[in-house]
């Protein structure tokens, strides 16, 4: 096989490959509609998606929707979330969202980019995130483990996540980004490890130019 020598060829022979690795591309962030994903996105912030999976399921029955949690008591908020870790930052940002959603959304999460980064709270990557997984629209949320892939395989040398995203979304059919995006993140969670990269178990090790064998 013909290694890929570009980054566009080593994006694309990547989304190949991770997608038979990882035939079901699913984000890990437990929801039932948009409003739970976006709530569920800027609890995740410096923690993992198995803890927020494990402290929404009391938030979501408590406030169901944008209305009920923009009318939240702060306090009890705090409480709910508090093992996520920035738990009054991250209150501010979840009662500031849902207010925005009410007041200038009729309590409906926007789908434009535009609109979604207007949120208290919520950046490209969550706006991403919501776009792609919620609603399945052309999204390429980049996190920690797509960036360091996409340097690890050569697809970018750039540091900030609007400009790897920018670059990778010039590589990819727009329909399949947020699947791409998701595969990269299930592969440096379980394979690509920041640490320690499990080289000898990666289906990419053979034209990946970081490869420790």
């Known amino acids: 096989m013909v290694r890929p020598r570009s980054p566009r060829g080593r994006a694309l022979e990547t989304h190949r490959r991770l997608a038979e690795e990882y035939p079901e591309a699913v984000c890990e962030l437990d929801h039932g509609d948009a409003f739970e994903l976006l709530a569920a996105t800027i609890l995740s912030a410096q923690t993992t998606d198995q803890l927020v999976n494990t402290v929404t399921p009391a938030l ?7 209305h ?5 008591d702060p306090l009890d908020v705090q409480q709910l979330i508090r093992p996520t870790g920035f738990y009054l930052n991250k209150t501010r940002s979840l009662l500031g969202m849902a207010t925005a959603v009410v007041e200038r959304f009729d309590g409906v999460v926007p789908t ?8 208290p709270g919520v950046g490209r990557k969550t706006a991403n995130v919501v776009r792609s997984v919620a609603f399945g629209l052309p999204g390429l949320p980049v996190d920690t483990h797509v960036g360091r892939l996409a340097r690890r395989l050569a697809m970018t040398a750039e540091t900030d996540p609007v400009k790897v995203e920018l670059e990778l979304n010039g590589f990819l059919p727009a329909r399949e980004r947020g699947d791409f995006s998701l595969r990269m993140i299930m592969h440096g969670r379980r394979v690509c490890l920041a640490r ?3 080289c000898s178990d990666c289906v990419l090790v053979d034209f990946c130019p970081s490869r420790q064998l």
């Not at 979501?60 to 944008?66: C, D, L, N, T, V």
């Not at 009920?68 to 939240?72: I, M, P």
């Open 112 to 119: 434009r980019l535009e609109d979604l980064v207007t949120l």
């Open 196 to 198: 320690r990269p499990r």
């Open 68 to 72: 009920e949690l923009a009318a939240a």
């Open 60 to 66: 979501f029955a408590r406030y169901p929707g944008p």
